[in-house]
């Protein structure tokens, strides 16, 4: 079973420039999750999908950060414009959604690691 | 929201020795679940446990197992028989069923001596 993919794995651009993610998710799984982890912290969540629907991104930085799920498959995070504090490893995970079997792990991609200069 | 604690930022362990890395939980769902990742240092996550919170036993995966106190809101990894593949960063996370978010704590860095 092919894992979560994601692309590019490395990205330096300059603040103020604009970059995008892609992430590419397990087959059938439902729920998809965008998480920012900064150097020596957790992940912190950034939006939460169910299918091509928004179920949170209360913690997405709105002015600048944006995501999309078209057709509930495939989704892009894009940041415009960068700041140097965007600096940090963005990981795409997913599982099966609600209605599915409750107790599954989210599967994560190996992550974009973004530095802005 | 839900919120996660780990208040230990760092832990070392003799190879062979058992070790136990905490976490505790702020929640006012009555359904969710608790899960451990590890992180090495090439960054991919592992997931290596899961526990939910209706069940009575605690969860047992090998060499990990979770000492899951609900009352106390604690999850508690510990790994027996540490190996020196064991060196990484742990995190604890929750998932709260009513909304299906995944949140997770600040990590703990382990190192295995030997």
């Known amino acids: 079973e092919a894992g979560v993919a994601q692309s590019p794995r490395y990205k330096i651009i300059e603040k103020r420039q604009s970059v995008a993610f892609w992430c590419n998710p397990i087959s059938g799984h ?7 982890q900064i150097l ?9 999908f169910q299918n091509n629907g928004v179920v949170d991104d209360s913690q997405l930085p709105k002015d600048r950060f944006s995501a ?3 057709k509930g498959v495939d989704s892009t995070l894009k940041i415009q414009p960068a700041k140097l504090e965007d600096s940090a490893v963005y990981l795409c995970a997913s599982r099966l959604g609600p209605g599915q079997i409750m107790n599954t792990e989210a599967f994560f991609g190996q992550g974009t690691r973004l530095t802005v200069v | 929201a839900q919120k996660i604690t780990q208040t230990q930022p760092g832990m070392f362990v003799q190879e062979k020795e058992a070790v136990t890395l905490d976490c505790t939980y702020d929640t006012s769902d009555q359904s969710y679940g608790l899960f451990w990742y590890k992180q090495p240092s090439s960054g991919e996550m592992i997931f290596l ?10 969860a047992t995966e090998g060499r990990y197992s979770l000492n899951f106190q609900k009352a106390r809101k604690s999850a508690n990894l510990v790994i027996s028989a540490s190996q020196l593949g064991d060196s990484a960063m742990y995190f604890c996370a929750m998932r709260a ?7 997770f704590g600040a990590g703990t860095r382990l190192t295995v001596k030997p």
């Open chain 1, 68 to 70: 999309e799920r078209l």
């Open chain 2, 97 to 103: 069923y009513n909304n299906n978010d995944m949140r």
């Open chain 1, 30 to 36: 439902a729920t998809l999750y965008w998480y920012q």
């Open chain 2, 49 to 58: 446990i899961y526990q939910g919170s209706y069940d009575e036993q605690n």
């Open chain 1, 40 to 48: 020596g912290q957790g992940p912190k969540l950034l939006i939460q």
